[in-house]
């Protein structure tokens, strides 16, 4: 496996898989001078699979209006955000595969390179997705916590 700082470079993979593959050929990370500014996040370099983040606000049923509007999105519930930071985010719409998901990871630890971990430390939301040893796709950030303290990968 490579490493880059060419966000072209061709061995580039991009997003997460809906299938099992290999490790990409190469992997974006920060520049050494970059992440020698310093961290804002600890180093760590270990994560384990513990999958989807499940619904942090009361859920509710739709009501026949929005049944009709989404229902080409498969929504079934709807989760208020009623003290967001964004006035106007109000709230989030689930499918029932999206709730069935939720804590659904293979609980595998992957380990990676000091130069990726360097990367995650000085820049959390570097990444959208992180590879999983154990189900051997690249999965959203959000579905992995950090080894040493249990706190979601990315935040």
Request: net charge negative.
């Amino acid at each position: 496996m490579g490493l880059t700082t060419d966000p072209n470079h061709p061995g580039l993979g991009h997003g997460s898989d809906d299938k099992p593959v290999p490790q990409n050929e190469t992997y974006l990370v920060l520049s050494e001078e970059e992440r020698a500014k310093g961290f804002v996040r600890p180093l760590r370099r270990s994560y384990k699979h513990v999958g989807a983040p499940g619904p942090t606000n009361p859920l509710r049923d739709l009501t026949d209006e929005e049944r009709e509007r989404y229902s080409k999105f498969g929504y079934v519930k709807f989760e208020a955000h009623p003290n967001s930071d964004n006035p106007s985010v109000t709230g989030r719409y689930w499918t029932q595969e999206q709730l069935d998901n939720v804590g659904k990871g293979c609980g595998t630890v992957t380990t990676m390179g000091e130069a990726i971990a360097e990367t995650y430390a000085r820049d959390p939301n570097f990444y959208g997705a992180s590879y999983c040893c154990g189900c051997n796709m690249h999965r959203p950030v959000a579905e992995f916590a950090w080894v040493d303290d249990g706190t979601r990968v990315g935040s």
